[in-house]
């Protein structure tokens, strides 16, 4: 099992940028999924993450600017970045719950990707 993300890169402070998280392998649920993020010299924090059911929670910095939304067929989890500031500048993580197709349950992420913000 593994996570591939794309989407980042360098954008203008007001800016969007959307993030895209697949997950491929011997896949057979995944349960919650989540992005995180890591600013030089900062901890990882959790940044938004959804249930199998949809539920969503957002860390309160970015609430009303990030989406986060899935797609169960796709094994694919996006965020949506809107109104970016100078301080969302970081690695973003993705994170997913997998029960593999010998029911074992894991946590798996993403090798990361760059979002700057700055102009």
């Known amino acids: 099992v593994q996570l591939v993300e794309s989407g980042g890169g360098l954008v203008q402070p007001g800016g969007s940028l959307r993030l895209s998280c697949a997950a491929s392998?011997?896949?057979?649920?995944?349960?919650?999924m989540a992005w995180y993020r890591q600013a030089p010299g900062k901890q990882r924090e959790l940044v938004a993450q959804?249930?199998?059911?949809?539920?969503?929670h957002y860390t309160d910095s970015v609430k009303g600017r990030f989406t986060i939304s899935r797609d169960n067929a796709k094994n694919t989890v996006y965020l949506q970045m809107n109104s970016l500031k100078p301080e969302d500048t970081a690695v973003y993580y993705c994170?997913?719950?997998?029960?593999?197709?010998?029911?074992?349950?894991?946590?798996?992420w993403g090798q990361g990707t760059q979002v700057t913000v700055s102009s």
């Open positions: 392998g011997s896949i057979f649920s995944i349960n919650a």
């Open positions: 959804i249930t199998s059911g949809g539920y969503t």
């Open positions: 994170n997913a719950q997998i029960v593999d197709s010998d029911y074992a349950v894991g946590d798996y």
